[in-house]
């Protein structure tokens, strides 16, 4: 199970800290991601993190902006989202692959197995 949290409303410049727990299976062995959904789109890629942390990858729009981490030992995910614009509201997405990263290969939606219920993210302008 994959419980996030921390959304909330925010204004254009500010900050969030979204968390994602894990319980239930191995933390350490997935590949973990965040993911996006706006209204009327397709759900999207925003980072992913190895299993040891050692590799991480963003989309383009949130490069220099959003940073990914987990804590394997508390069987937690982070994205750390600052510098937000409207353009990032959106239902925010936790997701498990049971793969190994690849970089360049970690974006489709096919590729991961578990997902959390998402936590929704609005920043007015």
């Known amino acids: 199970q994959l419980v996030e949290s921390g959304g909330g409303l925010v204004q254009a410049g500010d900050s969030l800290r979204l968390s994602c727990v894990a319980s239930?299976?191995?933390?350490?062995?997935?590949?973990m991601g965040w993911l996006r959904q706006a209204p009327g789109k397709e759900r999207e890629f925003v980072a992913a993190i190895s299993r040891g942390s050692g590799g991480t990858e963003y989309a383009d729009f949130v490069k220099g902006r959003f940073t990914i981490s987990r804590d394997n030992a508390k069987n937690t995910l982070v994205l750390q989202m600052n510098s937000l614009k409207p353009a990032d509201t959106a239902v925010y997405y936790c997701?498990?692959?049971?793969?190994?990263?690849?970089?360049?290969?970690?974006?489709?939606?096919?590729?991961?197995?578990?997902w959390g219920q998402g936590t929704q993210v609005t920043v007015s302008s």
């Open positions: 239930g299976r191995t933390f350490s062995r997935y590949l």
């Open positions: 997701a498990a692959a049971d793969k190994y990263f690849s970089r360049g290969n970690n974006q489709a939606k096919s590729l991961y197995d578990y």
